[in-house]
């Protein structure tokens, strides 16, 4: 280790590793180590030493904290092995090693146990833990013995991300990151920048983009950081998905070298704030359409931005009225051909805040929620930007003044396009299901707690978990949200990893998840709300802020129900190239040729059989899924191809099926966030927590099952034998969830004061 500290610094070194070993330190928490330790008279060394492992942007690494661990134990040996009440003994006595009790001050200890607190590191097992790698002895085992292992069962539904996670929710208690009393929305505005800020000093913004710019080259970790924002304050997840995905996100994925040298670095650390001007007031799900222009000037080597009617107009741009930068999409005309949207950097602001020449931006105001974010309106009025502006790995400009492209169809070009930037739409599935489980684990934990009506005078109150329709009320939601969320991380994982020949099946699936998300959030926050009553009611309890801040989730990123239209063209296609390229004629004329399956090649389960080990076989749930989406798309490839045969326009044939596409789409989706949980489960060793998993993962296909009896009445897959069969079955599982919904809950390490209803 270089600079190895004298023992002036020693009380304070295994604070300092546990500190960064465990979690991230916040800037709270590198104020008050960086005061506990230079109070001690330092040398310039000890100085440097301090400052070097309190810096948020260039933490310490494995080999330093490796050394740090090898110094400390160096500086233990000697020390009897008795037990230590936490970390500020331990530096204390490691001290007095060095120093006699007459020159080693005696409020170090205070100080030092004082900082422990804030830090969160005075429990006895953070010291025990640290003793066992000094090889005093095993730490000892002070958690709880519950019926499964708590840290195991968070790692599990926090997916692969679990550290990153953890670092991020550290993070957040950080009284800075608390939310301001009021509603006026500058204040608010402010308070999110700086968190924003803060996130990226430490290392939060750029971990999406590469090693040469600051970043990781991690999507998955990014993504991560995202959905976690979501459980605190969606503002700070929309501000910070604004800049570092969208804004960052796409100079990253559709630019260059060039590009990526220039301004990458600035914008993961909030040094260059941007924001990402695609929707227009006249175009928001159709961005094929959107009207405006980036003409190429080829005697000056630039492009004229210009929106060419008040509707050209993009609007509700977030980060707009923080932003110097932002990435326009617009039409791209060179030698007056359209080449379709292409995305371009356009300076919003000089260096002191002032709008440039030739553009507009108004500020649009109070909304339903989400206060805290910048959303504005933005024109341009023939703004001229060099030619190098435009993000051109998939479109170009040559000197000579000709359009080149990698990719020659339009469409196609389009598509692909459109399919680098899907990891925003996994994200705001993810954050809409956290949103769901926090306001899940406010409602979940209240019902354990709240107390109502007594069946006699000798008794007391019932609790309102204890009450079936208070059950059936919040055990299905909880379900789906750990359901959903496992498919959506495992999709994150896909798009991240997966072979670039797979991107238009994940396109497919993130529209119907976040489709299916962000709609069964807005449901969940409103019965959490309803089932805690008038407490739920007041601000203070977070249910208004969760349900305005997360509404919006529905339309952001492609309205839901246009989404799951998308995913139907996907399925009748079977993602086919031809319908991308080609339109609904294309897709229209693939159908014609390939429908040959029908429906008597489905094999369907006997629709009387009732007995509880046939309910519960994975063939049996998984069967009645697929029946119903499989039978779903055929019946609508069917009416399609019938309206065609009657020469009606392809455009009015899917104006006649819009709501069955609907219906495909919906089950497809369902039957998939299923699929990927079995496979989840197949991954995990023999225990407990694979066996509550397997248990909630029924419960999940009887829940869609029992959402849609209706449908297997109509079509003859089950009678109303088997159906009420599975309501009782179905009720039985609501008594066996409740008993451990609060530890589900508690797995995602929710801080106390977002999962308990204030008195």
């Known amino acids: 280790m270089t600079n190895i500290p004298t023992h002036a610094l020693t009380p304070i070194l295994p604070l300092l590793y546990v500190a960064w070993v465990d979690a991230v330190l916040s800037p709270s928490e590198i104020r008050l180590i960086r005061q506990q330790g230079l109070q001690y008279a330092l040398s310039e060394e000890d100085r440097g030493f301090m400052l070097k492992f309190t810096d948020a942007m260039q933490p310490p690494s494995e080999n330093q904290l490796s050394a740090l661990l090898d110094l400390i134990r160096d500086r233990a040996a000697g020390l009897p092995e008795t037990e230590l009440e936490n970390l500020a003994e331990l530096g204390y006595r490691l001290a007095e090693q060095g120093h006699t009790r007459d020159t080693f001050e005696k409020n170090t200890y205070k100080g030092l146990t004082a900082l422990c607190e804030a830090l969160a590191l005075d429990r006895p097992d953070t010291a025990t833990k640290l003793l066992a790698k000094l090889g005093w002895k ?41 939310r301001p009393e009021g509603k006026d929305k500058s204040i608010q505005r402010q308070h999110t920048l700086e968190g924003i800020k803060m996130l990226a000093g430490q290392g939060f913004g750029s971990m999406a983009y590469g090693k040469d710019y600051g970043g990781k080259e991690d999507m998955e970790a990014y993504m991560a950081v995202f959905e976690t924002l979501c459980f605190y304050d969606l503002n700070y997840a929309v501000k910070f998905g604004v800049q570092f995905g969208l804004f960052g996100g796409t100079v990253w994925k559709l630019g260059t070298d060039l590009h990526h040298m220039r301004y990458l670095r600035d914008i993961g650390t909030g040094h260059l704030l941007g924001c990402f001007a695609m929707t227009e007031t006249g175009h928001g799900s159709n961005v094929k359409d959107i009207e405006t222009t980036a003409v190429y000037q080829e005697t000056e080597k630039t492009l004229i931005i210009h929106s060419p009617t008040f509707t050209a107009g993009k609007e509700y741009i977030g980060n707009a009225l923080h932003a110097t930068m932002a990435v326009v999409f617009a039409q791209l005309m060179v ?51 060099p030619k190098e502006n435009l993000l051109n790995r998939f479109g170009d400009i040559t000197e000579t003044g000709e359009y080149k492209s990698p990719i020659a169809q339009d469409n196609k070009r389009f598509f692909t396009m459109l399919g680098s930037l899907v990891g925003g739409r996994i994200c705001v599935g993810l954050g809409a299901l956290n949103a769901s489980i926090a306001s899940l684990a406010l409602a979940v934990n209240y019902a354990h707690e709240r107390r109502q009506f007594r069946p006699d005078e000798d008794t007391i109150e019932t609790l309102l978990i204890d009450y079936p329709s208070h059950q059936h009320r919040l055990m299905p939601l909880l379900v789906k949200s750990l359901v959903f969320h496992n498919a959506l991380s495992s999709l994150a994982s896909q798009f991240v990893n997966g072979p670039e020949s797979d991107i238009r099946k994940i396109e497919t699936k993130a529209a119907g998840l976040k489709a299916l998300a962000s709609w069964h959030c807005t449901r969940t926050i409103q019965e ?3 089932a805690c009553g008038g407490k739920g009611y007041l601000s203070e309890n977070r249910f208004g ?14 309205d839901n129900t246009v989404l799951l239209q998308l995913v139907a063209k996907g399925l009748l296609t079977e993602f086919n ?4 390229d080609d339109g609904f004629r294309g897709m229209l004329r693939y159908l014609g040729n390939k429908i040959g399956f029908t429906l008597s090649e489905i094999n369907v389960y006997q629709s009387r059989k009732t007995r509880e ?59 998939l966030a299923y699929r990927d949980m079995i496979k989840r489960i197949d991954q995990l060793n023999a225990s407990p927590e694979k066996e509550l998993l397997i248990k909630l993962t029924r419960f999940y296909a009887l829940t869609i099952i029992m959402e849609n009896r209706y449908w297997f009445l109509e079509n003859d897959y089950m009678d109303g034998t088997k159906t009420k069969a599975i309501r009782r079955l179905y ?22 004061h977002l999962t308990s209803i204030k008195p």
């Open 138 to 178: 095993e730490p000892k085992d002070l958690k709880d013995q519950a019926h499964f292992d708590a840290p195991l069962w968070s790692k599990i539904l926090d997916y692969r991300q679990y550290e990153i996670k953890q670092k991020v929710r550290t993070l957040l208690n950080d009284p800075l990151f608390t």
């Open 335 to 385: 030698k007056n051909i359209n080449h379709g949207v292409h995305a371009i950097l356009v300076p919003l602001r000089d260096e002191y805040g002032n709008t440039l020449p030739g553009i507009t931006i108004k500020d649009c105001g109070y909304k339903m929620g989400l206060n805290g974010i910048d959303n504005g309106r933005i024109w341009f009025n023939n703004v001229s930007v």
């Open 528 to 530: 959490c709300r309803e």
């Open 545 to 558: 802020d969760l349900k305005a801040d997360s509404d919006i989730f529905t339309t952001f990123e492609g």
């Open 577 to 580: 190239q031809s319908f991308n």
């Open 613 to 671: 080990n046939h309910l519960l076989d994975d063939d049996f749930l998984s069967d009645a899924l697929r029946y119903r989406e499989k039978k779903q798309r055929i019946t609508l490839a069917e009416r399609m191809r019938k309206y065609i045969r009657e020469k009606v326009s392809p455009h009015e044939a899917f104006l006649k099926c819009q709501v069955h596409m609907g219906e495909a789409a919906r089950s497809y989706i369902e039957r």
């Open 731 to 752: 009720s039985r599982f609501m008594e066996e969830i409740k008993g451990v919904s609060k530890d589900i809950l508690s797995a995602f390490n929710l801080p106390g």
